[in-house]
């Protein structure tokens, strides 16, 4: 069993940055296939996020120029640097798979960012 526990959140204000941080362990996951997703209220859970085996990254218009997606040393680590965060990105955090089906979800970790 795969679990994935999310942190690094916040409340910030417009224009501000977050890193968050995301740690996998447990069995039958693969570190080079985890990205970052978020759900705002209402919405329907998105990838913004995500980083291939060679260091490739990829991400949502959304986020691009704002966001840095990064794997750390230990295996299983993964990273969401964030900066001129804007009220749009405000929203719960996950990492996850990007390739076949999801590991049970996290819990999150909740990004709000006041105008």
């Known amino acids: 069993q795969v679990q994935l526990v999310e942190s690094g959140g916040g409340l910030v204000q417009a224009g501000g940055s977050l890193r968050l941080s995301c740690l996998a362990s447990?069995?039958?996951?693969?570190?080079?296939?985890l990205g970052w997703y978020r759900q705002a209220p209402g919405k329907q859970r998105e990838l913004v996020a995500s980083i291939t085996s060679d260091g490739g990254t990829s991400y949502a218009d959304s986020v691009k120029g704002r966001f840095i997606v990064a794997r750390g040393s230990t295996k299983g680590t993964l990273y969401l640097s964030m900066i001129n965060l804007e009220p749009e990105d405000t929203a719960v955090y996950y990492c996850?798979?990007?390739?076949?089906?999801?590991?049970?979800w996290g819990r999150g970790t909740q990004v709000t960012v006041s105008s």
């Open positions: 447990g069995s039958n996951f693969s570190p080079n296939n």
């Open positions: 996850n798979a990007v390739r076949g089906p999801p590991h049970p």
